[in-house]
C-alpha cells in the first residue's frame, strides 16, 4: 500500500506548491483587465480583515466537517449509511454543479483567444473526462498490484503436497479456494476484507486529491478578491461548502480504516487547503489577473480534471456500492431514507452554487 500512497501525497503537495507559482506568473498578462489592485486603502483593509475572518471560519468549517463522520459515527449503522449517501449527494453536486461550470467558464473564456483546441471544441469535457478514466485505471492497477501481491505471499506459506498427503494438502487448498470464492468472486486466497479496506484507502485518497484542488482554487479566489460586496457572501458559501464538502470526505476516511496518524494527517490536509489557497491569494492579489489566459488556462484545467476525478468516485465508488449492497437492497425503509439523503446531500450543496 505504501508504494501507492507516497505518489498520491506527491501529487497533493504539488497541487500546493505549483499553484502559487502559477498565479504569480499571470502579473504580467493583464490585457483582458482583471481586477488587479482595485480600491482604496480602507476597502482593502476591510476586504482584508474579511478575508482573515474567512481563514479561520473556513478552517473550523472544513475541521467539524471531516471530523464529524470519522469521531461521531458508528460505521456499522444504519445512520452511518444514511450518512454515506449524503455525502455522496454532496461529492456529486460538487463535481456537477460547482466544478465543472467554472471549468466550462475559464477554458470557454474569450480571453484565452480563439485558436485550437480553444473556441468551440469541448476542452472542459475532455479534460473532465481524462481525469475520470485516469482515476478508473489507477484504482484498477493499484487494486491489480495489491490482489497480486498478496496473491504471491499466500502462495509461498502453501505447504508443498507430496504422493503421501496429496490429500490432506487438496483439502487445505479446496477450503481456502471455496471460502475465498464465496467472498471474492473466485480470487483465490485473498480475504475479501483486506482487499476492500485497501481499495477504499486508495479511494479516499484519490477523492481527497479531487477535492483538494478545487479547495486550493476557491480559496485563491477568495483571497484575491478586492471587494467587500464580494466577499460577504463568498465567505459564508464557502463556509458551508467546506462543512459539507468534509462531511463527504470524513465518511470515506472513517470507513476506509486509516492508521489515527494517517487520518490526522488528511484531516488537516484536507482542513488547511482552502485557508492556504485565502493566504496565497491575498498573498498575490496585487498582482494577480484572473482573467489572464494563463490563470484561466490552470484553473480550468484543475477543475476539470477535479470535476472528473469527484463525478467518477461519487457514483462508481459512493452511490453505486452503497445503493446495491445487500442492507440497502433487503429493506425498503433503509433504500428510501437513503435515496432521500443522496438527494437532500445534492440539493443543499447545488444551492450552494447560488452564492458560489
Not at 498578462?29 to 482573515?52: D, H
Not at 473564456?109 to 483546441?117: L, N, Q, V
Not at 483571497?223 to 467546506?242: D, E, N, Y
Given at each position: 500500500?505504501?508504494s501507492f500512497?507516497?505518489?498520491?501525497?506527491?501529487?497533493?503537495?504539488?497541487?500546493?506548491?505549483?499553484?502559487?507559482?502559477?498565479?504569480?506568473?499571470?502579473?504580467?498578462?493583464?490585457?483582458?483587465?482583471?481586477?488587479?489592485?482595485?480600491?482604496?486603502?480602507?476597502?482593502k483593509?476591510?476586504?482584508?480583515?474579511?478575508?482573515?475572518?474567512?481563514?479561520?471560519?473556513?478552517?473550523?468549517?472544513?475541521?467539524?466537517?471531516?471530523?464529524?463522520p470519522?469521531?461521531?459515527?458508528?460505521?456499522?449503522?444504519?445512520?452511518?449509511?444514511f450518512?454515506?449517501?449524503?455525502?455522496?449527494?454532496?461529492?456529486?453536486?460538487?463535481?456537477?454543479?460547482?466544478?465543472?461550470p467554472?471549468?466550462?467558464?475559464?477554458?470557454?473564456?474569450?480571453?484565452?483567444?480563439?485558436?485550437?483546441?480553444?473556441?468551440?471544441?469541448?476542452?472542459t469535457?475532455l479534460?473532465?473526462?481524462?481525469?475520470?478514466?485516469?482515476?478508473?485505471?489507477?484504482?484498477?492497477?493499484?487494486?491489480?498490484?495489491?490482489?497480486?501481491?498478496?496473491?504471491?505471499?499466500?502462495a509461498?506459506?502453501l505447504?508443498?503436497?507430496?504422493?503421501g498427503?496429496?490429500?490432506?494438502?487438496?483439502?487445505?487448498?479446496?477450503?481456502?479456494?471455496?471460502?475465498?470464492?464465496?467472498?471474492?468472486?473466485?480470487?483465490?486466497?485473498v480475504?475479501l476484507?483486506?482487499?476492500?479496506?485497501?481499495?477504499?484507502?486508495?479511494?479516499?485518497?484519490?477523492?481527497?486529491l479531487?477535492?483538494?484542488?478545487?479547495?486550493?482554487?476557491?480559496?485563491?479566489?477568495l483571497?484575491?478578491?478586492?471587494s467587500v460586496?464580494?466577499?460577504?457572501?463568498?465567505?459564508a458559501?464557502?463556509?458551508?461548502?467546506?462543512?459539507f464538502?468534509?462531511?463527504g470526505?470524513?465518511?470515506?476516511?472513517?470507513?476506509a480504516?486509516?492508521?489515527?496518524?494517517?487520518?490526522?494527517?488528511?484531516?488537516?490536509?484536507?482542513?488547511?487547503?482552502?485557508?492556504?489557497?485565502?493566504?496565497?491569494?491575498?498573498?498575490?492579489?496585487?498582482?494577480?489577473?484572473?482573467?489572464s489566459?494563463?490563470a484561466?488556462?490552470?484553473?480550468?484545467?484543475?477543475?476539470?480534471?477535479a470535476?472528473?476525478?469527484?463525478?467518477?468516485?461519487?457514483?462508481?465508488?459512493?452511490?453505486?456500492?452503497?445503493?446495491?449492497?445487500?442492507?440497502?437492497?433487503?429493506?425498503?425503509?433503509?433504500?428510501?431514507?437513503?435515496?432521500?439523503?443522496l438527494?437532500?446531500?445534492?440539493?443543499?450543496?447545488?444551492?450552494l452554487?447560488?452564492?458560489?
Amino acid at each position: 500500500m505504501g508504494s501507492f500512497q507516497k505518489p498520491l501525497i506527491s501529487a497533493f503537495v504539488l497541487v500546493l506548491v505549483i499553484l502559487p507559482l502559477l498565479v504569480s506568473a499571470t502579473k504580467e498578462e493583464n490585457e483582458c483587465g482583471g481586477s488587479i489592485g482595485e480600491g482604496s486603502a480602507a476597502e482593502k483593509a476591510t476586504a482584508l480583515k474579511y478575508k482573515i475572518g474567512a481563514f479561520f471560519s473556513i478552517l473550523v468549517a472544513g475541521v467539524i466537517g471531516v471530523c464529524s463522520p470519522i469521531f461521531g459515527l458508528n460505521s456499522e449503522s444504519n445512520f452511518f449509511m444514511f450518512v454515506k449517501a449524503f455525502a455522496a449527494g454532496v461529492i456529486l453536486a460538487t463535481g456537477f454543479v460547482h466544478i465543472l461550470p467554472d471549468a466550462t467558464e475559464s477554458l470557454t473564456s474569450p480571453c484565452i483567444g480563439e485558436e485550437p483546441p480553444w473556441g468551440d471544441f469541448p476542452v472542459t469535457e475532455l479534460v473532465a473526462m481524462a481525469a475520470a478514466i485516469l482515476t478508473m485505471l489507477i484504482e484498477s492497477f493499484a487494486s491489480g498490484y495489491l490482489n497480486r501481491s498478496r496473491l504471491e505471499k499466500e502462495a509461498k506459506t502453501l505447504p508443498v503436497s507430496t504422493d503421501g498427503d496429496k490429500e490432506e494438502h487438496s483439502h487445505i487448498v479446496s477450503a481456502h479456494t471455496h471460502a475465498s470464492q464465496g467472498h471474492s468472486h473466485g480470487s483465490l486466497l485473498v480475504p475479501l476484507d483486506d482487499h476492500i479496506d485497501l481499495r477504499k484507502k486508495i479511494v479516499t485518497q484519490i477523492l481527497e486529491l479531487g477535492i483538494v484542488v478545487h479547495s486550493v482554487i476557491i480559496g485563491i479566489s477568495l483571497g484575491v478578491s478586492p471587494s467587500v460586496s464580494t466577499i460577504k457572501p463568498l465567505l459564508a458559501a464557502i463556509t458551508f461548502h467546506q462543512l459539507f464538502e468534509g462531511f463527504g470526505l470524513g465518511g470515506c476516511i472513517s470507513e476506509a480504516k486509516f492508521r489515527v496518524k494517517k487520518i490526522w494527517v488528511m484531516v488537516l490536509f484536507f482542513a488547511l487547503t482552502a485557508p492556504v489557497g485565502i493566504g496565497i491569494g491575498i498573498g498575490v492579489a496585487e498582482t494577480y489577473n484572473d482573467n489572464s489566459p494563463i490563470a484561466l488556462k490552470v484553473s480550468g484545467f484543475l477543475n476539470a480534471a477535479a470535476a472528473g476525478i469527484l463525478i467518477y468516485m461519487a457514483l462508481v465508488d459512493l452511490v453505486a456500492p452503497l445503493f446495491m449492497n445487500h442492507k440497502a437492497q433487503s429493506s425498503m425503509k433503509i433504500q428510501s431514507v437513503c435515496s432521500f439523503s443522496l438527494i437532500l446531500g445534492a440539493g443543499l450543496m447545488s444551492l450552494l452554487a447560488v452564492w458560489a
